[in-house]
């Protein structure tokens, strides 16, 4: 059996991996095809993988500072997207705050 044509995006990989699920959810294909479609998932996931990892290791390399450093969270992890509160010091009380600090909302 020839081999499938691996895709060319992240994108098309998922749909196809969603493709092949949504097949596989249907209870209707007989053992021989659900290992064929099985396999083809497996493959895509080792490309969607290996794509994300990639991406991971680029946003690394760009996020480094002029040390080399890199900036904000370890590698790994995602940071939040919401800074996590701090109380408000006597400066911040005051209203006369650094221009260049973050912003207060609330």
Request: proline fraction near 10%; hydrophobic fraction near 30%; charged fraction near 30%.
């Amino acid at each position: 059996m020839p081999q499938k044509k691996e895709p060319q995006t992240f994108e098309a990989a998922l749909e196809r991996i969603e493709q092949i699920a949504a097949r596989m959810e249907t209870g209707d294909l007989p053992l021989d095809d659900l290992l064929v479609a099985y396999e083809e998932g497996l493959r895509l996931i080792r490309f969607c993988s290996q794509r994300l990892d990639a991406a991971e290791k680029r946003l690394e390399t760009i996020t480094r500072d002029a040390s080399g450093q890199p900036q904000g969270a370890a590698p790994g992890e995602i940071p939040s997207s919401t800074p996590p509160e701090n109380p408000a010091t006597e400066e911040d009380a005051s209203g006369s705050g650094s221009p260049s600090g973050p912003a207060r909302l609330f």
